[in-house]
């Protein structure tokens, strides 16, 4: 196994937030923990990441879901660099996974859901764009591509996955075709620059 940074710091902020593994014989299932929501207010969580909800899950990865866990930042938007002053020039966002079970956190807003398809345990929080107009996307993992598919728009997908050098392709048809890279473990902290 090579240890990365990432996992080293991931470790000790997992300490500072209290995310200590369960005790031994007594897992800790991605249902056994609360949904998390988008916190009111008109930009969300703001800059900084709000403290991991999955750290203390001990359920594993479901077969079939990409390994998405980590905090990313955009490397690439539809060909070139994003440039300073462009919408998602200092973008990042934090996926945490656990079980069939999937947080993202990025631009302020919070998505969780369970990956299993069904709208029941679908991503229902509020919309990026404004932080109050109610979304619904339902959730699944299929190929190794984790798909969210908005309700409210019949047949639009936004879709992750990982490249073969582990950099994760997010497309969506709003924003196209980004490449992230890996800068953090799903439980560190992190606060975006401005």
């Not at 196994?1 to 902020?13: K, N, S, V």
């Not at 249902?31 to 800059?47: C, K, L, Y």
């Not at 998602?88 to 069939?100: S, V």
């Not at 969780?112 to 345990?121: C, I």
Request: overall charge neutral; hydrophobic content about 40%.
């Amino acid at each position: 196994m090579i240890l990365r940074p990432y996992m080293l710091a991931g470790a000790f902020a997992a300490l500072a937030f209290g995310a200590m593994a369960a005790p031994a014989g007594k897992p800790v299932l991605a249902s056994d923990i609360p949904v998390a929501h988008t916190p009111p207010g008109p930009n969300g969580w703001g800059r900084t990441f709000p403290a991991p909800v999955l750290a203390t899950c001990t359920e594993p990865l479901v077969s079939g879901a990409p390994d998405l866990r980590g905090i990313w930042r955009i490397i690439d938007h539809n060909g070139k660099p994003p440039q300073k002053g462009e919408h998602l020039y200092n973008y990042a966002e934090r996926i945490e996974q656990c079980g069939d079970r999937i947080v993202d956190m990025g631009g302020g807003q919070i998505a969780d859901a369970r990956a299993d398809g069904t709208e029941k345990n679908a991503v229902r929080d509020v919309s990026v764009r404004d932080f109050k107009t109610p979304i619904l996307a339902i959730a699944s993992y299929e190929n190794g591509v984790f798909i969210l598919r908005p309700k409210s728009q019949p047949g639009v997908e936004v879709r992750r996955w990982l490249d073969p050098e582990g950099r994760m392709i997010w497309t969506r048809p709003d924003y196209g075709r980004m490449l992230l890279e890996r800068i953090g473990g799903p439980n560190d902290a992190y606060t975006r620059p401005e």
